[in-house]
């Protein structure tokens, strides 16, 4: 497909996204070019996706960052991604082993590489998200009722009609769980890897523990795109009860000498600018510093998430505007400490 009509047909799918019409039941994805051949890949609501991944059109293939929560998602994902190109995808780069990045790592066959960090691979191997699978098959069924009894709670037609909509999503989510298989990586890196793929060179780079204990970065030197999967989401601070909080904080500095403007993260909408990373660092290490304190102090994990007080950091992240946070970070950093 040449450019210009990609184009059309990136703008076409954002116009069906936004309006719902019958364009977005066709498509489960809308896509947001951020420069010439690549692409942000965001959910427009009518399946679970949950994460945002990156369209990487090479010469002769596609590499995609991060796979969606489920195979069918994934597949949904592959079947729009036919819409930009007709190559085939030959890379996929799990950005860390959480399920929301890889559960749809099963539909690839053997011709694609999967490429994780070491100890992503090493996770999936021993069980974490057969474990998470199980879980969320239990946790989800009262969820779906919660979301029932909202919904015949609901006066309003039009939050009624949206309720409706997640409630089928909620509950095809819970019958396309079913398939999954915990599938590992089949190429890790430890440190660094580089892909030259036609003109395009692709760094993938671990910036040390983090979000979890094998991030990946996928940087794109000469288009100054990166793809930071959960390690970095610009203004949210994403998922804190997983991760190494001090550590994070010290390897996000690095990330401040890479020379980009674009940044597509593991969730959310893309964005650019690197001013929020020194933002997000001072946040968790406030966070590690004062759980670190009451920890010392022998205060029980309940007791310290009423305590830790991060309103101070609101006017970069809204959802701190009361005392106290999540117990699971409490018991995270907790967990940590007491490995040490
Ligand atoms: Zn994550
Ligand atoms: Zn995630």
């Known amino acids: 497909m040449n450019r ?6 990136a703008g076409m799918i954002g116009l069906g996204a936004a309006s719902g019409v019958a ?3 066709e498509l489960a994805h809308r896509f947001i070019e951020i420069v010439p051949d690549v692409y942000a890949a965001v959910g427009n609501g009518t399946i679970q996706t949950q994460d945002t991944v990156a369209v990487v059109i090479n ?7 991060d796979t969606n929560i489920t195979p069918e998602a994934t597949r949904r994902l592959v079947a729009d991604i036919k819409t930009l190109t007709d190559k085939p995808i030959r890379y996929v780069v799990n950005t ?7 559960d749809g790592n099963q539909i690839f066959g053997p011709e694609v590489q999967i490429i994780g960090h ?13 474990a998470r699978l199980e879980l969320a098959l239990e946790e989800l069924p009262p969820t779906i009722d919660a979301l029932q009894s909202r919904v015949a709670a609901e006066q309003d037609p039009t939050r009624r009609a949206e309720l409706e909509q997640q409630l089928a999503v909620r509950r095809a989510y819970g019958e396309q769980l079913k398939e999954t298989v915990p599938t590992p990586p089949n190429m890790t890196v430890t440190d660094r890897l580089t892909i030259y793929s036609g003109g395009r060179e692709i760094q993938i780079i671990h910036p040390g523990p983090g979000h979890s204990v094998g991030d990946l970065l996928v940087y794109l030197p000469a288009e100054r795109v990166i793809m930071t999967g959960d390690f970095w989401e610009g203004d949210r601070t994403g998922a804190l009860r997983f991760g190494f909080h001090d550590l994070w904080a010290d390897n996000l500095e690095p990330l401040k000498d890479l020379d980009f403007e674009h940044v597509i993260s593991g969730h959310g909408p893309p964005f650019t600018g690197k001013e929020t990373i020194g933002y997000f660092q001072a946040f968790l290490r406030d966070l590690w510093e004062q759980t670190k304190a009451l920890h010392d102090q022998g205060v029980p994990v309940a007791d310290a998430a009423t305590r830790v007080d991060l309103t101070k950091h609101q006017a970069h992240y809204a959802n701190f505007r009361t005392v106290g946070t999540d117990e699971r970070t409490i018991a995270r950093i907790y967990q940590v400490l007491d490995e040490r």
């Open 96 to 102: 860390h082993w959480h399920y929301d990045h890889t």
């Open 59 to 65: 010469e002769h293939d596609v590499l995609v960052v």
């Open 23 to 25: 364009n977005a039941q």
């Open 4 to 9: 210009g009509l990609r184009l059309l047909v």
């Open 118 to 130: 070491v100890n992503a691979r090493k996770a999936i191997v021993d069980g974490v998200l057969a």
